[in-house]
């Protein structure tokens, strides 16, 4: 499983008259807050950070955090395919904005590597 950068969002959640509570959560996960505290409970603020995550996990800590019945209501009851998908699209959607994914161990070896060998031939 390879991990891939989302953003969290800043998402303030009115829970009742007198409780506002702050969260920070990927874009993909709103509609279940919007679901569960009703649409009009939710304000979605700013990009706060980006964070790394692995797609196909992301259906079963959703499914522990808020239920298999709501995120089967949700995303379908398909083994979290669509939700996989929606967390590459998010990917994507943050790679578009310019934001560049970071380097892995391996590529940074690569570079240093590449960079000794630049400078031994000079």
């Known amino acids: 499983m390879s991990k891939i950068n989302v953003e969290l969002h800043s998402v303030t959640v009115r829970r009742d008259a007198q409780t ?3 969260v920070t959560v990927p874009e993909y ?3 279940v807050l919007k679901n ?6 939710i304000t979605v603020n ?6 790394a995550v692995e797609p196909e996990g992301e259906y079963e800590r959703l499914c522990a955090k808020y239920g298999f019945e709501l995120i089967a209501k949700i995303f379908g009851e398909d083994d979290g395919l669509r939700l ?3 967390v590459q699209k998010s990917e994507v959607a943050a790679q578009e904005e310019g934001q560049e994914k970071p380097l892995t161990k391996a590529e940074k070896a690569a ?4 960079e000794k ?6």
């Open 20 to 22: 506002i509570t702050p």
């Open 29 to 31: 996960e709103i509609p």
């Open 36 to 41: 569960l505290f009703g649409k009009e409970n």
């Open 46 to 51: 700013e990009v706060v950070r980006t964070i």
């Open 84 to 86: 996989t998908e929606l």
């Open 111 to 114: 570079a240093a590597k590449a």
């Open 117 to 122: 060998e630049a400078a031994t031939q000079n």
